[in-house]
């Protein structure tokens, strides 16, 4: 397998979608947003014409997929003036673009994702979401195996990124999987398969609990490396304090940094920050283990 790429001779398959959403239906915390977002959309404040319904709708959102709406208000604003909700029922995909396409201070932003997500969530059988893993799947399949034509910059525009979808659905019959499934599906896969930093864990493997005893070292290692991806932390800013912290180190650091990715010990600096802001009196002696 490639960095970064799907297994050579990997076909998608209604059994292999079975597999992956099972999966995904045993990560509580993911599946509790989901719910909650269900809650939300459909039951509590399935209207868009009031403003502090839909900041309520926009602001979750964005918290929970990290849509980096960084105003808020300006979004919620938009979409009332939009008046949406008939284009909703009516299932618009013109919808999506005029969402995404919204000024906030005088600058044109274009907030594709969110869009497709705020869209979805109202109308899940109708909508798909639109994700930069979801788009390297269809990319990557598309390359080995054609199932229709399209380029890269082509799935920005919503009509043809949901006829890319309904035509991956039909090839590899998955008619079976609703739209919102077959997202899941792609998402999980693309998680999988395209995380840039998929190499550079050594311990973290996505799990919810961790997998290792309180007693072994490794757990301290799952902790760390689970911190640094549920944060967000910036991998080239760690690289670049990896790189600070090696001109004083000493020499089992140095060692370490040697057997390691400059990524890898970009990730081990952020561990053993972390624990020096909870373990004051800690040696850190242990990170060498690493």
Not at 61 to 80: G, K, P, Q, R, W
Not at 130 to 150: G, H, Q, W
Not at 199 to 219: A, G, M, Q, T, W
Not at 244 to 255: D, M, T
Request: with cysteine.
């Amino acid at each position: 397998m490639k960095q970064k790429d799907l297994p050579q001779g990997y076909k998608p398959s209604y059994k292999d979608s079975q597999q992956v959403l099972y999966y995904l239906k045993r990560q509580h915390k993911f599946m509790l947003h989901e719910r909650s977002l269900n809650r939300l959309f459909l039951d509590l404040c399935p209207q868009n014409d009031k403003v502090e319904d839909i900041m309520i709708k926009c602001s979750t959102l964005n918290d929970f997929y990290s849509t980096n709406i960084f105003d808020v208000h300006a979004m919620a604003e938009h979409i009332l003036n939009l008046n949406i909700d008939k284009r909703l029922r009516d299932h618009d995909y013109s919808l999506v673009d005029d969402i995404s396409n919204v000024v906030i201070d005088g600058k044109r932003h274009h907030f594709y994702s969110f869009a497709t997500k705020y869209c979805s969530h109202h109308q899940p059988d109708h909508y798909a979401i639109y994700d930069s893993y979801v788009e390297k799947v269809l990319m990557c399949i598309n390359k080995r195996e054609p199932f229709t034509n399209f380029k890269r910059d082509q799935l920005k525009a919503y009509d043809v990124f949901m006829s890319v979808i309904l035509s991956f659905r039909e090839r590899y019959g998955l008619t079976q999987l609703t739209l919102k499934e077959l997202d899941l599906y792609l998402w999980q896969l693309g998680k999988w398969h395209f995380n840039p930093y998929k190499k550079v864990y050594k311990y973290y493997n996505y799990e919810e609990d961790n997998p290792f005893l309180n007693d072994d070292i490794r757990s301290k290692f799952w902790y760390g490396e689970m911190m640094f991806s549920t944060t967000r932390q910036k991998i080239d800013n760690w690289m670049e304090n990896g790189k600070k912290w090696l001109n004083e180190a000493h020499g089992q650091i140095r060692n370490l940094a040697d057997r390691l990715t400059p990524e890898q010990f970009g990730v081990v600096t952020y561990i053993s920050s972390l624990n020096g802001k909870w373990c004051l009196y800690d040696d850190q002696e242990w990170i060498i283990e690493y």
